[in-house]
């Protein structure tokens, strides 16, 4: 586990992803159902662009008690006040996250893309405070992303960091991540391609309890 500011005891056991086509109207409902974590996903967009999405995802959920992230974008994240940056292996190297993260004068999380139980290990020691793990299932939201994992290569990853389970994830695989030891789950289409958006999240949250 991270002995740094943020802990497995605070991370969101659901993370739901956001990006600028999504129903920002519909967030704190979402909130308002359990789910406790958000990442901002804006992979197009202008840096100022994006910092206006963060800033309105943030505006839109300050009510309740819940972590926003941005994924890619550390100096967006920091202009933004957001809560933590999720890093893939394309973006800044984690342990310069890390360094500028301890500098802050408040907790900051810092969370690494992994694929298989040597990344962990690596993110451990570069600063991680968690990893997101995947892809566990077929992903329809991301192109260019490996061939599934399945859920025995999260199970073999376990004990290092918490793992959140990304990819492909609908309700009975997240009941099955958290059977094999993930912390909890990352979504994209289980929530925003769902028929009633907040009945899914309901359902994942109490997926993973």
Known sequence: MSSHPRSAA?????????GPDDDLSLLPALAARGVTGFQVRDKTSEDRDCLALVVTV???L??????????DRLDVALAAGADGVHLGARDLPLVHARRLADALDRPFVVGATCRDATQVRAAVEDGADYAGFGPIGVSGSKADLPDPLGVAA???ATGNLPLVAIGGIDVPTAREVRAAGAHGVAV????????????????LVAAVA
């Open 62 to 71: 300050a009510s309740y008690d819940v972590m926003v992230v941005v994924d």
């Open 188 to 203: 994209i289409g289980a929530v925003w391609r769902a028929r009633d958006p907040l009945r899914a999240a309901e359902e």
């Open 10 to 18: 605070v991370l969101p056991r659901v993370f739901c992803l956001v």
């Open 154 to 156: 999260l199970r073999g």
């Open 58 to 60: 943030m505006a839109s």
